[in-house]
């Protein structure tokens, strides 16, 4: 019923920038806080960072000052923007968003994920 959709994945050289996007669609009645995930191989599904309805930010401390989130409520868009890429950062990135449908309580949705890689 909800589905979310990543964009803007790619192969970056180091200290280049990046934009991801992900668009909410479905039976969506609200959107609460959503927020980007990431995975590089090998290791655990970590936070990047997220947002609240209310645009309360919050970052993992490898990207502060580097990535900055943001959303729009209108469009039930989260975007990633991701400047001085280092080769850390490569990984697959995720999307989630806690949506209310109709009927149902808030619940955890993701998207299928964005491939990142930073190399020369």
């Known amino acids: 019923q909800v589905q979310l959709v990543e964009s803007g994945g790619g192969l970056v050289q180091p200290g280049g920038s990046l934009r991801l996007s992900c668009a909410a669609s479905?039976?969506?009645?609200?959107?609460?806080?959503m927020g980007w995930y990431r995975q590089a191989p090998g290791k655990q599904r970590e936070l990047v960072a997220a947002?609240?309805?209310?645009?309360?930010?919050n970052y993992a401390d490898s990207v502060k000052g580097r990535f900055t989130i943001s959303r729009d409520n209108a469009k039930n868009t989260v975007y990633l923007q991701m400047n001085s890429l280092k080769p850390e950062d490569t990984a697959v990135y995720y999307c989630?968003?806690?949506?209310?449908?109709?009927?149902?309580?808030?619940?955890?949705?993701w998207g299928k994920g964005t491939l990142v890689t930073v190399s020369s």
């Open positions: 479905g039976s969506i009645f609200s959107i609460n806080g």
């Open positions: 989630n968003a806690v949506v209310a449908v109709i009927g149902f309580p808030p619940m955890d949705h």
């Open positions: 947002i609240t309805s209310g645009g309360r930010r």
